[in-house]
């Protein structure tokens, strides 16, 4: 179906045809955070993640807006069409709440290749989140476009197995061409969690972290359990590098790097 090879050749441009995994950071932080240190300017921290090598860029309607002339052809996005409230609001940053706002239709004459969208696993909202990802999906298949499911726990255990493969799964049977969720911990319980979504799951960095071997080992043990990249943000141009730390998280996804090896393409003797 014409709808399908729509699909098909968007996520070819976000999936690397010689690894068949990818590398998205995500850059969406400011429709929520504002400008948050390390976006202030995105013209400059999307030029670094094109020069490190990053696949796609998971962001906004307006960042997409100003700085088209430089992701085309360089480097895919996905638009997110889902948020919740801000910080300065009057009931604060609704953290487990995520209403969709723009539609399929916005993101195709954006030039996206992909959408995103947020749903809380486990809390008060669940089924008005579920209920908006299966239209957004049912407009996704209507248009040919991918959807990208941000499937997050809110349980006493977020990142174990259990909380984990059901927000994954739930995100694959109403229709999500691939899963952003939190890594488990070890490459054993990762496998489950994969081994049980019927679409390719990508793990996401969470907040900043100082860790860079852990950071890197989480991407190593996901792709040994069957992952198929990543979409990082924070720790990606939080880094005090952006463009080394996406060529070394690129050379663990891509050409298979251990997370030791990645370390030395970041910090090189």
């Known amino acids: ?40 300017r995105p013209a400059e921290t999307i030029m670094k993640l094109v020069k490190g090598g990053a696949d796609a860029l998971l962001t906004t309607t307006g960042v997409i807006r100003s700085n088209h002339s430089l992701m085309a052809g360089d480097i895919s996005f996905i638009m997110r069409i889902s948020g ?4 300065v609001g009057p009931e604060g940053l609704q953290h487990h709440v995520s209403t969709i706002t723009r539609s399929v239709e916005s993101a195709i ?15 008060p909202g669940e089924s008005a989140m579920l209920q908006n990802l299966n239209i957004v999906a049912e407009s996704c298949e209507d ?40 890594y488990t911990g070890t490459p054993e319980t990762f496998r489950e969690v994969v081994k049980k979504c ?22 190593e043990g996901s792709l040994k359990a069957g992952g198929r990249g990543v979409a990082f943000g924070r720790n990606v141009w939080q880094h ?24 030395r393409v970041l910090h090189p003797k």
């Open 1 to 40: 179906m014409v709808r399908d090879v729509g699909k098909d050749i968007r996520l070819n441009r976000i999936f690397r045809k010689s690894s068949n995994r990818t590398l998205i950071v995500a850059m969406d932080h400011g429709s929520a955070d504002g400008p948050l240190k390390g976006i202030e």
């Open 84 to 87: 919740s409230g801000t910080p």
């Open 109 to 123: 004459k954006m030039g996206a290749d992909a959408v995103a969208v947020t749903a809380f696993i486990g809390c």
């Open 143 to 182: 248009w040919g476009m991918p959807l990208l499911a941000e499937m997050i726990p809110v349980t006493e255990n977020p990142y174990s197995e259990e909380s984990v493969s059901i927000a994954a799964r739930v995100g694959a049977e109403l229709g999500a061409d691939m899963i952003k969720t939190y």
């Open 198 to 219: 019927y679409v390719p799951v990508v793990i996401l960095g969470g907040p900043k972290t100082g860790d860079e071997m852990k950071m890197l080992e989480s991407i």
């Open 240 to 263: 005090p590098d952006p463009v080394s730390i996406t060529r070394a998280i690129g050379s663990i996804i891509h050409r298979r790097a251990t997370a030791e090896q990645a370390l």
